[in-house]
């Protein structure tokens, strides 16, 4: 019996050795005639079983000789996007490099005309969105969908996303970060004590900011809390519904719903109540939606969940029942389905606050790494919003000024540097090599292929950046974005955002996205050199909500409060005090230098890239009071 057992079990080990040679000699052939610059390697980083396993492997390729493996075993890491940045295409010598192994073929790109061309033309190179599975929890959505169908979803997602409705995200943003200052620092101290947790205070105001901005509910700070009673058949309060849904999204996304359901760990039961409690008041707010419609009311403001609910075109006669069909019939009543509805919900509060948070913390951050470009920002915030309260500032004014100062240098430099997302997906479509021209010559991108747009080097790209050497490349530096700004810190702040603002209204979503995202006062990178909200088709719907939350949060920040790395690490408070100048540089370089490391070894990716493996901590300084004032 066992030698049976053997038998088969190496025969299945035969056929899977045959199979996996085959595989890659036909990636392999399809390389070599595709004209781009490849690497081969044994295995496929992104295969389930590697992405599970590579840890315990890793260590056994690092013993084989350099000579077998110096080519390609850096690649095998999943991280390895962040880790080499421009490193692999400077190396090649070429701004796009295939990766070829037995799983697929992977193309990274780092040229701009080669991402024009793959997001302009959305059917030879779609989105693979076996890929976003994972945050259908409630249902399909713009993010989750292709073809016909995703152009159906940006019809109906999109209205909200004007202008318009950027004012009240604007004055939502001046007030939900006038409150997460209040809950880290009183109004009548100098210095706060050391804030370790800056990246989940930013979360939670852009998690505030998408709540009252687009579905209307305004949620407080722990400092403005009052004990409100959990509404009737709810065992969690909104807030808390939705700030444990997105606590546990992990768990929620990769355990099956009728296991999440029956598990008896206690991180499931959270999990699985805290989904069912935030879709239970979705579906409430759903119901809200239709009846205001059915008589005729409306609310002010941006109304995410009425834009999809009126853009879903329910009546009273739909009564909440989509036709399977949708708008490919004539007789179609509501054009989509419930669960698309919850779906395109969730999605807004998933990405609209981990993008503008993510921005927030690491401007923060890089701003108290570089003292003298948060001087030059105050600068400008004093110049833009001179002494009215925040009450008093005007969005119409104010933020196209702010966009082209070095506020929005600030808010570009850092999506430069860290982009939400490192590598934005694509694919070829199966059975169809396709071709791109490069610099005059034309290549073939394999059928069935991967494609990484790979922002995080491109990004770093030194033909398509001002620098003064690669290594400025690397740093943050958001004065190259002022081109008319000289070395004296003076530059035209005036209407940066005019251009931007009046394509907005009327956009054509069937079409490729052509709205700048840099004021014309600043640097404008050359087209497809600056992806921090993708590009074309497929480019974020909500980049001006998070560009103006962004603006409005620095501004309020940075007009009042200086932010310097805490040293508490090296020194106390008391031995501060007493240190000399020599002892009190030393601390902060050691912060510094503790900061940086972070940002080079503990970033990682689960849904944004963000700081896993540490944490940077900060003190807010009332201006004229900073102690670390150093240029670096």
């Given amino acids: 019996m066992l030698s049976y057992l053997a038998l088969a079990i190496s025969g ?40 599970i396993t590579h840890r315990l492997w ?24 962040w880790t080499k940045l421009y490193t692999p295409f400077r190396d090649i010598g070429s701004d796009v490099f295939l990766l070829v192994a037995p799983g697929a073929n992977t193309l990274y790109v780092a040229d701009p005309e080669a991402i024009s061309q793959i997001t302009t033309r959305r059917n030879d190179f779609p989105k693979p969105i ?51 200052v209040a809950s880290m620092v009183s109004a009548d101290v100098e210095r706060s004590g050391s804030v370790w947790n800056v990246a989940a205070q930013a979360m939670r105001l852009s998690l505030h900011v998408i709540s009252k901005a687009g579905f209307g509910v305004r949620l407080p700070w722990p400092h403005e809390e009052v004990e409100t009673k959990i509404p009737e058949g709810h065992t969690l309060s909104y807030k808390d519904a939705l700030s444990s849904l997105l606590e546990n999204i992990i768990v929620v996304m990769l355990t099956p719903t009728w296991l999440l359901g029956r598990s008896p760990l206690k991180i499931h039961k959270a999990a699985n109540e805290s989904f069912l409690e935030w879709g239970k008041y979705m579906r409430e707010l759903y119901e809200q939606k239709k009846a205001e419609l059915q008589t005729g009311e409306s609310r002010d403001g941006m109304d995410l969940m009425g ?38 919900a969730f999605v807004f509060i998933l990405a609209g606050h981990e993008t503008a948070a993510n921005t927030i913390h690491f401007a923060m951050m890089l701003l108290a790494m570089h003292p003298q470009s948060q001087r030059r920002l105050q600068k ?38 860290i982009p939400p997302v490192v590598g934005i ?84 979503f069937d079409g490729p996205d052509k709205r700048p995202d840099t004021a014309p006062s600043l640097f ?63 601390a902060w370089e050691q912060a510094d230098k503790r900061a940086r490391e972070l940002l080079r070894t503990g970033m990682m990716t689960i849904i944004t890239i963000q700081m896993r493996k540490g944490k940077v901590p900060m003190r807010f300084v009332r201006r004229g009071k900073e102690r670390f004032d150093y240029a670096v």
């Fill in 524 to 586: 404008r990178p050359a087209k497809g050199a600056y992806i921090p909200f993708s590009d074309g088709y497929r480019s974020c719907l909500g980049r001006r909500f998070a560009q103006v939350e962004i603006l409005a949060v620095l501004a309020v920040v940075f007009k009042t409060w200086s932010i310097e790395l805490c040293v508490g690490l090296t020194m106390s408070d008391e031995e501060l005090v007493k240190a000399d100048e020599e002892v009190r540089r030393s």
């Fill in 58 to 81: 890793m260590p056994l390729l690092q013993l084989l000789p350099d000579s077998w493996t110096n080519l390609w075993i850096d690649y095998l890491l999943p991280d390895f996007l």
């Fill in 307 to 344: 834009a999809l609910v009126k853009g879903a075109g329910i009546t009273g006669e739909t009564n909440g029942h989509a036709d399977p069909e949708k708008a490919a019939s004539p007789g179609s009543k509501q054009l989509l389905t419930d669960d698309e509805i919850f779906g395109n």
């Fill in 425 to 508: 997906p694509k694919m070829s479509t199966a059975g169809r090599p396709q071709g791109l021209q490069l610099g005059g010559k034309h290549v073939t991108v394999p059928a069935d292929c991967s494609v990484t747009l790979d922002t995080v080097a491109l990004h770093r790209n030194p033909k398509y950046w001002p620098h003064t050497s690669e290594e400025d490349l690397l740093d943050f530096r958001p004065e190259r974005w002022l081109v008319d700004g000289g070395t004296n810190g003076h530059h035209d702040h005036g209407n940066g955002d005019e251009a931007h603002s009046n394509v907005e209204e009327g956009l054509d």
């Fill in 130 to 180: 076996w890929m976003y599975a994972s945050v259908d929890i409630y249902g399909k959505s713009v993010v989750s969908t292709e073809g016909a169908n995703w152009r159906h979803h940006r019809k109906i997602t999109s209205p909200p996303f004007t202008e318009k409705n950027n004012h009240l995200v604007w004055q939502e943003s001046v007030h939900q970060a006038n409150s997460m």
């Fill in 380 to 417: 400008d915030l004093d110049d833009i919003l001179g002494d009215r309260p925040s009450s008093e500032w005007d969005y119409d004014e104010d933020v196209p000024k702010l966009f082209g100062s070095m506020c929005g240098a600030v808010m570009n430099e850092e999506l430069r540097l």
């Fill in 12 to 51: 299945l080990c035969i056929a899977y050795a045959v199979h996996t040679y085959r595989c890659f000699n036909a990636n392999l052939a399809a390389a070599k005639q595709s004209g781009i610059p490849y690497i081969s390697m044994p295995i496929y980083t992104f295969n389930r079983a590697w992405l």
